[in-house]
């Protein structure tokens, strides 16, 4: 509305500036073109201003790591290169294939997109960092790019690694590792326990505020509103599965877990007080605890690594915002 009444006035003073060139022939034509060229000059700063909303543009002075995480790093210092992206160069090669042809990763207007290893770059230590190291703004300096393309790049990076669930974390960790989880479960405890190769826990994400949401239900026994990950793991630290809210999954080989799991026929639990009291009941829980620790060390591993999951700043006002906490 406020373009449109510009753009009367302009016409309005365009009309007067002709009506006032045709009464005064005997000017030059020199002066009137001079006249309508500012005259334009006006309106198309007007429409830049309406369009932009950006009166002194500012230049950012930008100066990207990428080349020395993707190039230097990645050929010659995995420590660092691990550090930055939280996951190994092989680790990162495997998803890059994986992602490439992805559609999303196509545009099909005309402004390109930026490669596709960078966006996964910035996705990935998005995904490594928490609280103020974690803002777009923090990472677009570091990236040498806009808070906007952070956003888009997380947002592209994301959807796939959530589909990609199955496929790369379960069968393909339950194919490789299972013989030598059981051989792990054998060493640390006795041989008919061998069977139980793979251990479960939760995790606690914490969040900012209390939900809106059914608030209570987020309560933790930590005095915490958080959400838990439920985490399925292998002695040797490799997580083969995870749930994100209720513990749906169940496997038909025996598991282990702490006393906060039920004893079923596929999961063995810790003796609770009392009965843990009970001489050999207290012999049970500390081999019990002997190849649980393999999970503890896993859960601390897996969260100094993602360190994302320190913490949400997420409000939770409905389902959906549930939906997007979950994602």
């Known amino acids: 509305m406020l373009l449109s009444s510009l753009n009367s006035k302009v016409s309005e003073v365009q009309e007067v500036?002709?009506?006032?060139?045709?009464?005064?022939?005997?000017e030059s034509e020199d002066k009137d073109n001079y006249y309508l060229c500012h005259l334009n000059n006006i309106r198309a700063h007007i429409k830049y201003l309406m369009e932009t909303c950006i009166l002194e543009p500012n230049c950012v002075h930008k100066l990207s790591q990428l080349y020395l995480v993707l190039v230097l790093y990645k050929q010659y210092d995995s420590k660092h290169f691990w550090k930055d992206l939280c996951i190994a160069s092989k680790t990162f090669d495997q998803l890059l294939k994986k992602i490439a042809d992805n559609l999303v990763f196509i545009s099909t207007g005309s402004h390109k997109q930026i490669p596709v290893d960078e966006q996964l770059t910035i996705a990935l230590y998005h995904f490594g960092h928490?609280?103020?190291?974690?803002?777009?703004e923090a990472i677009g300096?570091?990236?040498?790019v806009s808070a906007s393309t952070v956003v888009i790049c997380t947002c592209h990076v994301q959807p796939f690694l959530i589909s990609y669930h199955h496929l790369s974390l379960l069968h393909h960790s339950v194919r490789v590792s299972s013989l030598s989880a059981k051989e792990c479960v054998e060493a640390a405890s006795c041989v008919i326990w061998h069977d139980g190769w793979l251990l479960v826990n939760g995790a606690l994400v914490p969040l900012t505020e209390k939900p809106d949401y059914h608030g209570e239900a987020y309560f933790?026994?930590?005095?915490?509103?958080s959400l838990n990950v439920q985490l399925i793991t292998l002695p040797n630290l490799y997580i083969v599965d995870y749930v994100i809210g209720h513990c749906g999954s169940a496997h038909n080989s025996m598991i282990w877990a702490n006393s906060a799991y039920p004893?079923?026929?596929w999961c063995v639990t810790s003796y609770k007080k009392p009965a843990s009291n009970v001489c050999k009941n207290m012999f049970f829980n500390f081999w019990v605890s002997n190849v649980c620790i393999h999970l503890e060390h896993a859960v601390g591993l897996f969260k100094s690594q993602f360190q994302?999951?320190?913490g949400?700043?997420?409000?939770i006002k409905n389902n959906q915002d549930y939906l997007h906490t979950l994602e």
């Not at 500036?17 to 005997?26: D, Y």
């Not at 300096?141 to 040498?144: S, T």
């Not at 933790?220 to 509103?225: A, I, R, V």
């Open 312 to 315: 949400l700043q997420q409000q």
């Open 220 to 225: 933790d026994h930590k005095s915490n509103y």
């Open 263 to 265: 004893i079923e026929a």
């Open 130 to 136: 928490f609280r103020n190291a974690a803002s777009v």
């Open 17 to 26: 500036a002709q009506s006032s060139s045709n009464s005064c022939s005997s």
């Open 141 to 144: 300096q570091w990236a040498g």
């Open 308 to 310: 994302s999951l320190k």
